[in-house]
């Protein structure tokens, strides 16, 4: 097993123990318990991904010294090469991270929140209530194409969203051996037919969207 390798398997397992504490928290506990159990979880996701980041950071930086060592007459002063090439990666939101899509931002933390709502103008606000998502609501990122979901889909197996088309582009080149794409994610057959439309997600995707262009415009006009 190489390097890489072990650190993959090693990251499946602990996705799959996180998965197993979210699970746990969702079917048994309630109110107060479920808020002190989701923020720690919510803690320890986060680190997760942080150590991730790291790994992929110093991954780029190792990749960037092999490149430069190519002549063996040389002496390289490696530590040195290592550590500039690592002040050049960038630093990354662990909320941008995978494990951190997959354990902390769907609509399986929220439904436990604020079940009766009806749909109207204040919805959005209800959703963002959300334990596991409050305030750090961000857009899930589509596993294949890295992109931020427009259009999700959910597997009804595992409860995986991807975006509408990578998906189906993901499974009519698979074919049969198609699986959920989440790294970690153990449910391994995938057919268009597991899929369906999450609209209360993509009505929270362009509510976040239209949000974050408001942002970047610069005004901050009163809006009622
Ligand atoms: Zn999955």
């Given at each position: 097993m190489t390097f890489n390798e072990r650190y993959a398997s090693l990251l499946d397992k602990c996705v799959t123990s996180l998965t197993t504490w979210k699970t746990f928290i969702q079917e048994n506990l309630k109110e107060q318990e479920y808020d002190i159990e989701a923020t720690k979880l919510r803690d320890i996701t986060r680190q997760y991904c942080e150590i991730d980041n790291n790994f992929q950071r110093s991954g780029e930086a190792i990749k960037l010294v092999e490149n430069a060592?190519?002549?063996?007459s040389q002496n390289y002063d490696i530590d040195a090469m290592y550590q500039e090439n690592l002040l050049k990666q960038d630093i990354k939101d662990p909320t941008r991270n995978e494990i951190w899509q997959q354990i902390c931002c769907d609509d399986v933390a929220v439904r436990v929140i604020k079940p009766k709502k009806q749909k109207n103008n204040e919805h959005y606000e209800e959703v963002n209530d959300s334990v596991m998502c409050s305030s750090s609501f961000s857009a899930p990122i589509d596993p294949i194409s890295k992109r931020v979901i427009r259009k999700p889909l959910r597997n009804r197996k595992c409860k995986h969203v991807y975006d509408s088309q990578s998906i189906y582009d993901y499974i009519r080149q698979s074919g049969r051996k198609a699986r959920c794409p989440y790294v970690g994610c153990k449910n391994n057959s995938l057919a268009p037919d597991h899929l369906q439309e999450d609209s209360q997600l993509e009505q929270r995707i362009s509510q976040f969207l239209a949000q974050q262009e408001t942002d970047s415009s610069g005004s901050d006009e009163d809006s009622d």
């Open positions: 060592v190519s002549d063996p």
